[in-house]
């Protein structure tokens, strides 16, 4: 099982991102996958998780209406689309297959975004 994530970066307040996770090592497009981030000397919180046929989500309630996670079965991919962003979430941000859990116990390195202006 590997989970590669992409996509960080340096963004000002109310800049946008878009976040990929590329996964491979079991049956994907069966699986739900989940966007995680995790600050320094904080837990790892769950952001957004969303079902293998893409068509229900859950969202933490400090990024409902500014993130949308999305995927593409075709390319075992995920994708974790900020926008708005705001100063707190600024973190590391790993994908793990599960609906809000890491059912598998894999991270991958995470991608790193920083919104500072």
């Known amino acids: 099982v590997q989970y590669v994530e992409s996509g960080g970066g340096l963004v000002q307040p109310g800049g946008s991102l878009r976040l990929s996770c590329t996964a491979s090592g079991f049956a994907f497009d069966d699986s739900a996958m989940t966007w995680w981030r995790q600050v320094p000397g904080k837990e790892r919180e769950k952001v957004a998780a969303?079902?293998?046929?893409?068509?229900?989500?859950d969202y933490a309630d400090s990024v409902q209406g500014r993130f949308t996670i999305s995927r593409d079965n075709s390319k075992n991919e995920a994708y974790l689309q900020m926008d708005r962003l705001k100063i707190e979430d600024t973190g590391i941000y790993y994908c793990?297959?599960?609906?809000?859990?890491?059912?598998?116990?894999?991270w991958g390195r995470g991608t790193q975004v920083t919104v500072s202006s």
């Open positions: 969303l079902n293998g046929a893409g068509t229900f989500s």
């Open positions: 793990a297959r599960g609906f809000n859990m890491n059912a598998l116990g894999v």
